[in-house]
């Protein structure tokens, strides 16, 4: 299913780097050796910009209800194959099937959305305080967007942000992630065999700072849309003020779920695990600071326990927990680990890589708890993207929310409690982009905006019809009739 060698899309059609470098992608459950994609450099990216840039004026001129006709189109053969794209997804970072099918459907559900935007994509139209003369607006394009998105879920990474920038009437140029090359190939073959025209969807593969960073930097590139970690997004920031271009920015977060001492302490505990762990913590919302009332902390951090010594590592639909997405990643989480417990935080769970013999040799990190960590420490304050949650305890509500809101990031938050009043305070005052009662920290959907405050990104929301407002510019037309010539 993943090829041995994976190419760019340019211009609608297949291209190696101009370098004829590779770079390796390797199996995140086995360690192994998977594929070998494009390592592009400036020169690639140049010339996917071209093409994006020769293409967009035709785009453009397509009306959107065309566009959104041919987005469908893209968004049925999706459905037709979604179980190869599932398994892509699986492969590619670990995940288990099923997980990999689902995160499809995910992706399939933000392109229906998107595709149906054609028919939409409204304006206003609004008074005016000068005789025969009437105000509107309306969308236009913004150009060619540059497009850099993370591993973690890469199906729903791609849809997230192609469909918004095509049905906008842009091109695009994707900046796959180095360690899901396939996927993002697969939707540019889906795209391809859909009738999308050539050049409107570019997809280039390579690492960040020589793909990634060139995309950011290039003058053709009119709104760079970025989903990755809070450093690189403001490298992107910095680098594209320069020439002012549009930026949105999805980031990282440390995100808070308080148990109150009027939660359901078992449904609470089933989405801790759930936030903290699934998807082996690699969400931008993954549950990572649980903040939990004192009255309940012992029996609840017992639950938890008891209940993590149930979950199951492994890439298959009966696992809880998969392999995070390459060493590095692990490789950094083992040394947080390491050092806060220099610091004194007592790991209640898990903790090192796992040693089973059918995981040890993949990128696989046992799913950990730990407490007896300060607030303003490093592991507090930095995204891990793995599954580590730290827990606090504090006296009440007020000190929950403080907690919760003492964070560099702001991306979500959840509460648990069965009190009306806690859960509408909560949501009222926790200073995060999305805020949840009774369940995860995650699971936003395609039809809603989705970003966070402070360091989780830059004020953008996409998706949604919020995303409309990112590929697009607004323009305001005046028009003044002659009455004279009635
Ligand atoms: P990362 O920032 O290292 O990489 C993300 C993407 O940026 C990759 O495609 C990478 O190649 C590219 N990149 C790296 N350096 C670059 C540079 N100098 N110029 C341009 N592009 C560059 O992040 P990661 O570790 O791969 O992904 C995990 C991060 O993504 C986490 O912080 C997570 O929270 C975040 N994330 C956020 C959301 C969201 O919607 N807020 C969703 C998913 C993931």
Known sequence: MIPERILNWINGEEVPAESGEWLEKYDPHTGDLQSHA????????SAAVEAGKRAQPAWADTPPVQRGLILHR????MQDYQQDIGDIVAAETGKGPTAGYGETGGAIQCGLFYASEGQRLYGKTTTSGVENKYAMTVRMPVGVAGLIIAANTPIANVAWKVF???ICGN????????????????FGKIAKEAGLPNGVLNIVQGYGPEAGQPLVEHPDVDIISFTGSTSVGKLVQRLAADRLAKVSLELGGKNPLVVCD???LDNAARWVLLSAFSNAGQRCAAGSRIIIFVSVYDEFVEMLIERSRQLRMGNTDNDDLG??????????????????KGEG??????GERATQPDLASGYYMQPTLMDNVEPKAEISCTELFGPIAILYRVAGFDEALALANDSPYGLTSCIHTRSIHRAMRFTEKVYTGVAVVNAATYGSEPHMPFGGTRSSGNGSREPGTEALD????????YINTLPEHL
Do not use: C, F, H
């Open 345 to 350: 935080a007592r790991i209640l769970y898990g």
């Open 164 to 166: 918004p920038a095509l």
């Open 38 to 45: 494009a390592r592009s450099r400036e020169v690639d990216i």
């Open 74 to 77: 893209i968004v049925r053969l």
């Open 171 to 186: 091109a695009a140029v994707l900046k796959a992630a180095e360690d899901t090359p396939a996927t993002a190939w697969m």
């Open 262 to 264: 009027d939660a359901d």
């Open 470 to 477: 990112v590929y697009s510019e607004l323009k305001d037309i």
């Open 323 to 340: 392999p995070v997405i390459n060493e590095r990643q692990l490789e950094n989480m083992l040394e947080a680990v390491k050092i806060a």
